[in-house]
């Protein structure tokens, strides 16, 4: 929960919908804590930069997984989130669980590769999280 001096926010709310109005300011930031979390990502080569990263948490009665990298803004995959709800278990990865719509189109990182290493760190990270 993301408190400001207006309202408060769900934190999916407020970052996917853009943040503060002018003259807000963020007063308090709550967040639940995960039982087990993961996060792994690969770098470009130049820096430390990620191409894409992935983070997968498990709550108690929840799963979140979020990428980054992939645009300017971090976003979740509900669809893999729901499967891992069900069976956590990285045999649960299915590509068309990941929304293709939320990646950049990149000179450095074409869609099949940012693709490719999503189910490469996800695989691992839901393992990491077991």
Do not use: W
Request: with cysteine.
């Amino acid at each position: 929960m993301i408190h400001t001096t207006k309202t408060s926010h769900m934190a999916e709310d407020y970052f996917a919908n853009g943040g503060l109005t002018e003259g807000e300011l963020i007063t308090r930031i709550c967040f639940e804590i995960p039982s087990k979390g993961t996060y792994l990502k690969h770098t470009r080569a130049s820096s430390t930069d990620a191409v894409v990263g992935v983070l997968v948490s498990r709550f108690e009665d929840r799963c979140r997984v979020a990428i980054v990298g992939a645009q300017r803004v971090a976003f979740l995959c509900p669809a893999l989130e729901a499967a891992l709800g069900t069976r956590f278990h990285q045999d649960v990865y299915e590509r068309s669980r990941i929304p293709e719509n939320m990646f950049s189109r990149r000179a450095d990182a074409s869609l099949d590769y940012q693709l490719n290493l999503v189910e490469v760190l996800s695989k691992k990270a839901i393992k990491g999280c077991a």
